[in-house]
């Protein structure tokens, strides 16, 4: 095992240059002008400032050279200086960062714990009313595309009937916690600040649920596959045999099984509700790393398109190589190579 993960941390290294070589390259060929996040509008007709600019952010030099200049910085740890905020995207990303991973853990925790309920209660009433509406409720949190279910939703809970905030993490002009960790909600916490934790979690509640219930369908499809097909083994059949009741032979029995399967998709599921995040974070105005992207592509911010790509691929990896890790624990049967 320790061998398996050796090699595959040495692998990442290798990885991140090729997907920085693809950024690089695709970012190239996008078209558009950087230099109108570079240069004012109004001094565009001035080809001495023009001519300045592109010295200064090297966009003068030829593509190749560019390439390698932009991988050896990369080598040293730096992927630039954004053209929009004239900041490290380093920087950049490090404040906004902890954002995103506050949305993405709380989506996991709301797709899995949803997940996991659907699927129990469909196994256990398969065949039956209840087993047809939650899958279909499932079904439709992973078929909507997170644009419109999350505008959908913002507006009936937020709008409509103001049940929960509508964007932002925390309400207009709130300070916000001393930052520890950049999660809101612990933060609040750790101050002690009770009024602050329960502002922070419901202005996460709402776009936290969008992100996670388009991942419930999957979590839903295999959790109850796993469990009909446990229930008809026969260490279900021996419970049974010994008095266990239905709901005990479900959950005490058939689920530990059934956990098993859904280890093999939870790296996945945390690259999709990353890249889904970008689009929850648009919609509810939310200051991560999805906002910092969309930004970044509007205005041709190479510096920061790769970034972001580089943080992205990192967070794909180190899930996944978990993943696998975790499946490897749970499964002593399967053997990592």
Not at 105 to 112: C, L, S
Not at 269 to 281: H, M, P, S
């Amino acid at each position: 095992m320790l061998a398996y993960i050796v090699r595959r941390l040495i692998a990442i290294p290798f990885l991140l240059l090729g997907v920085a070589s693809v950024s690089f390259v695709l970012a190239q060929m996008t078209k558009g002008d950087p230099l109108a996040a570079l240069v004012p509008e109004r001094m565009m007709s001035n080809p001495e400032v023009v001519a300045a600019v592109k010295a200064q952010w090297g966009l003068d030099q030829p593509l190749p050279v560019r390439y390698l200049t932009y991988i050896g910085n990369l080598l040293h740890g730096d992927l630039g200086t954004s053209f929009a905020t004239r900041r490290p995207v380093v920087v950049d990303i490090a404040e906004r960062l902890p954002a995103t991973l506050e949305l993405v853990i709380a989506a996991m925790i709301v797709g899995t714990a949803l997940g996991l309920s659907l699927g129990l209660v469909s196994a256990r009433f398969r065949g039956t009313a209840t087993d047809g509406i939650s899958r279909i409720f499932a079904l439709v949190g992973s078929s909507l595309p997170i644009f419109w279910s999350g505008l959908i939703l913002l507006y009936i809970f937020s709008v409509r009937f103001q049940i929960v905030p509508g964007t932002g993490r925390l309400p207009p002009r709130v300070t916000p916690p001393a930052n520890h960790t950049g999660f809101y909600t612990i933060d609040a916490l750790i101050a002690g600040d009770i009024t602050l934790f329960w502002q922070a979690l419901a202005h996460l509640a709402l776009p936290a649920f969008v992100l996670g219930w388009a991942v419930t369908g999957i979590i839903t499809r295999i959790v109850r596959s796993s469990l009909i097909e446990g229930l008809s083994q026969d260490y279900a059949r021996t419970a049974r045999a010994k008095g266990a009741s239905e709901r005990t032979v479900l959950i005490g029995h058939a689920l530990p099984n059934a956990m098993i399967p859904l280890l093999t998709i939870l790296g996945f599921t945390f690259a999709y509700l990353i890249t889904g995040a970008v689009l929850t974070e648009a919609i509810f105005a939310w200051p991560g790393i999805g906002s910092y992207a969309v930004r970044a592509a509007a205005s041709l911010d190479y510096p920061a398109i790769g970034g972001v790509t580089i943080v992205g691929s990192v967070a794909f990896l180190l899930a996944n190589l978990l993943t696998d890790i975790a499946y490897a624990w749970a499964n002593p049967r399967i053997k990592v190579h």
